[in-house]
């Protein structure tokens, strides 16, 4: 158990629509990176928050979004669902702003 | 840019063998982390090692090991007398600047 906690494990929902991805890190992490793994691209970073500060942007496409609240979990939004977005989701934390180490669980998102 | 290449992109072992998983990476950058994560049927991603480009000592942990080759812009996995436990998707990354790069990832199995 890395200490890092991701909901809803799985999640299946319709093209068009729009999901919430939350992710709370370990305790006394300050950095939530948040990673998309899918069959033909791969593990990949999104985005990464700072004690609620976006700090670091990768292949995020504009239809997501996220933040990172006061208690610093974070939740990952998913709009205009596409097929190609069903993929495995996954948060990491880390303690400052540096690099990931501990994954969580991820969350499995599947777009029929 | 950074690149990560695991050229090996299946292994197939039998038990008790020792196996070797190469990683090879690209960057520009004198700072950066080098990672190991194992990815079991179940999913998640097992944080194994994280190494940074200053400190080029190997390291053993019980049948792990790890050869970091800065000359060669290497960072190899090795696990000695391999067990079937061991079967999983293998992933070497490398962070610069929060900027988190997988390789392709190893599928290992490991036969009884």
């Known amino acids: 158990d890395s200490g890092v906690t991701q909901t809803p494990k799985h999640l299946i929902t319709a093209t068009g629509q729009r999901v919430t991805l939350r992710c709370s890190p370990r305790?006394?992490?300050?950095?939530v990176y948040w990673y998309q793994q899918s069959l033909d691209q791969g593990l990949q970073f999104l985005i990464q928050?700072?004690?609620?500060?976006?700090?670091a942007k990768g292949n995020i496409l504009e239809r997501f979004s996220a933040q990172q609240f006061p208690d610093l979990h974070s939740e990952l939004n998913l709009s205009s669902l596409e097929l190609g977005d069903s993929a495995l989701y996954f948060c990491?934390?880390?303690?400052?702003?540096?690099?990931?180490?501990?994954f969580g669980p991820g969350t499995r998102l599947t777009v029929l | 840019a950074q690149k990560v290449t695991q050229a090996q992109t299946e292994i197939s072992v039998v038990e008790k063998e020792d196996v070797t998983l190469d990683c090879v990476y690209e960057?520009?950058?004198?700072?950066?982390?080098l990672f190991w994560y194992k990815q079991p049927p179940s999913g998640e991603l097992v944080f194994l090692i994280r190494?940074?480009?200053?400190?080029?000592q190997n390291e053993i942990s019980g049948r792990y090991s790890w050869n970091f080759q800065k000359s060669t812009s290497s960072f190899n996995f090795t696990i000695t007398a391999s067990q079937v436990v061991d079967s999983a998707v293998y992933f070497c990354?490398?962070?610069?600047?929060?900027?988190?790069?997988f390789g392709a990832g190893t599928r290992l199995t490991v036969k009884p």
């Open positions: 990491a934390s880390s303690v400052g702003d540096g690099t990931t180490g501990f």
């Open positions: 305790s006394g992490d300050l950095s």
């Open positions: 928050y700072y004690n609620g500060e976006e700090r």
């Open positions: 960057t520009r950058d004198t700072t950066y982390y």
């Open positions: 190494r940074n480009s200053f400190d080029e």
């Open positions: 990354a490398l962070s610069v600047l929060n900027d988190m790069r």
